[in-house]
């Protein structure tokens, strides 16, 4: 079966998915995006593309490795392209996402997750896995709900005041910089928290490793 954009190779050493980045396109419309994802001098594509309505439609084959992730990594594993599957939000990055494109995004996620065996661990964000390189699916998203339907993982309590460095490392997140690390966990779990690192961002990093570790 042949899909819409070329952008795409084999998955590398016999890599296959287990893990779903999510992703805001960050242009203006739907069709703006789909043309670029498509567009071979690109280089850039998705397997998956939602539109505002709803609409879903694939780009690239899920066995294929698709140029979504860039460089980045998870779990101090890098290539995250030949280890995953992404999907496409259309949204300029500005705005709330529309109810039916998160419908539409839930139901997608439940088809993936059952033909891969991926758990809820494994579905991430573009910011997750780059750290100050990327900032989607940004502070709008709302993970909480896709916790609630086992779609993902959010803690809904804290856990104990332990070293921040060492949760989010547990979580999965590359090693970087202690402001850019933090900026990117606020991202997901803290959205509009600003300032030092205090003791909510340490609590909710426990309980979020905690989470993350009992579900791999």
């Given at each position: 079966m042949t899909l819409p954009s070329p952008n795409h190779g084999e998955r590398r050493n016999d890599a296959r998915p287990e893990l779903i980045v999510i992703h805001y396109t960050?242009?203006?419309?739907?069709?703006?995006?789909?043309a670029r994802l498509c567009d071979p001098a690109a280089e850039v594509s998705a397997h998956w593309l939602i539109d505002e309505d709803g609409t879903t439609e694939a780009l690239v084959r899920e066995e294929r490795r698709a140029w979504h992730a860039g460089a980045g990594s998870w779990l101090g594993q890098d290539d995250v392209n030949s280890r995953s599957i992404g999907i496409e939000l259309a949204n300029p990055g500005n705005r709330?996402?529309?109810?039916?494109?998160?419908?539409?995004?839930?139901?997608?996620?439940r088809g993936i997750m059952e033909r891969w065996q991926i758990g809820p661990a494994g579905v991430i964000g573009h910011s997750d896995m780059a750290?100050?390189?990327?900032f989607d699916p940004g502070p709008r998203?709302?993970?909480?709900?896709?916790?609630?339907?086992g779609l993902a993982l959010h803690p809904d309590t804290q856990g104990p005041d332990e070293p921040l460095a060492a949760s989010l490392t547990t979580i999965g997140y590359p090693e970087t910089d202690p402001e850019t690390r933090l900026a990117a966990f606020r991202?997901?779990?803290r959205p509009g928290?600003?300032?030092a690192e205090d003791q909510a961002d340490r609590r909710i990093a426990a309980a979020a490793a905690e989470l993350f570790t009992a579900n791999r």
């Open positions: 960050g242009m203006a419309d739907c069709a703006s995006a789909r709330p996402f529309a109810a039916a494109q998160i419908d539409a995004l839930e139901d997608l996620l750290p100050g390189r990327k998203f709302d993970w909480a709900r896709l916790a609630r339907q991202l997901r779990f928290a600003t300032g």
